[in-house]
């Protein structure tokens, strides 16, 4: 197959979103180049960065667009530009030049800028002048792409509802898990981080503390849980990092261990070490579009996991009631119950098959979109 796409931009080669869409579309052979511009290695690693570090991590970038522009006009031509995650402002200027050149631009939404930081964190007022401008920039950005990756149908759903385009505009390309996260990784004990092991189960979550996750939920299963005998271990910084240092300071603190970082090297490890591992739980309309990568990389270990019940999850739920389990959203009693009865029949639990995790990485969503631009 012939090279098709060039990776271009600013984007952020620590996502695994990144790391996994363009290794998948090289595994398929369709990867002219990848032309980065680095400019987000020294950014604190949330979905929505400080203004002081974004703005760092910008002019950064657009010092090294003179040079990076260049190369891409004296790339192969024919081959589709790609704007990996966060490409959605550098679109404005890429997809006109792309234009020009005979090319088409790929855009990969990810993650719906608009709805995350308004709809889901609320860390501008819905209806306000910054929302509204918000909105407009994801419209129009959006608008400009030939091809528009979501990570699932049900955020292509959205973006096409929300903003009016086309539903073919869209391919959906699952996120997958890293090679390294697979059941070998339990030779690695982990026992610096999570300590020695003992007879107690291990109830894991991990993820940036937002709103998306559904840490109270969790915090809350977890006080309902204590006395089973069960570790509830979170591990993770953001913005909920508050609620979390005021349940550790109260009288019901013990329930929950809180570990603030471990190095992204070592997840598989301690993935291992659990019992059962935890999704989200918000209610938001986000969360029910979203499969996370922490599901992939949980899954790729080989552990069962509960998550809240959404169209994303629902039919993957259905076909392996042993590993993926659901409950409400935003239902702590629920998930205290899920979590209880998992623990109480340890052999009904089963990984997932390896021929089912080949079907949830990216190479498929990667050779379609491939075969979209023969």
Known sequence: MAAKIIAFGGYDTRKPRVRLLIEAIERHGGLADAIHISGWENVAQTNIPSRGAALKALTKIALGYPRALLRLLRSAKGAAILLPYPGIIEVFLIAPLARMMGRKTVLDAFLPIYDTIVMDRALVREGGLVAKAIWWVEKTGLRMADIILTDTDSHADYFAREFGIARDTFET???????????????DAAEDILGPKDARPIVLFYGQLIPLHGVPTIIEAAKLSHGSGARWVIIGRGQLEPVMRET???????????????EYERLPAVIARADICLGVFSASDKAARVIPNKLFQQLAVGKPVITRESPAVDSLAREFPATLRTVPANNAVALAQAVAEALADKAALAPLPQHSLRELSPDAGAARLLARLD
């Open 173 to 187: 390309v699952l996120v997958g898990a890293e090679p390294h996260f697979s059941p070998a990784a339990a030779r």
């Open 248 to 262: 550790i300071a109260s009288k019901n603190g013990s329930a929950i261990e809180w570990i603030e970082w471990v």
